[in-house]
């Protein structure tokens, strides 16, 4: 629990700016290619998967560096599938 951890940032823009917590989902290198809840993509030149299923809502504090952005397919895709989990 005490590791640091990637994740994506899925709350809008406008609200990260005026709360102090960010709704993220977290990164994983261990891939579960059946389980429809996770995005697969590369995340610094590895196969990872963004975890919709373990989304959560945090402390910007806790937040590290910028280590990258999702592609606009990517971003696309992450959006269907929480939308496809969540509800609109």
Partial sequence: MSKSRPVVIVSLDEL???LQT???CPLTTRIHSAWRSRLQLICGGLPAEVAVDQIRTISRTRLG???GSLS????AALRRL???????
Avoid: L, Q, R, S
Wanted: aromatic letters at 4%; glycine letters at 4%.
């Fill in 16 to 18: 990260n700016a005026k």
């Fill in 65 to 67: 560096k910028k280590i």
């Fill in 72 to 75: 606009d397919d990517e971003a």
């Fill in 82 to 88: 929480i939308t496809e989990m969540y509800g609109e």
């Fill in 22 to 24: 960010v709704t993220v």
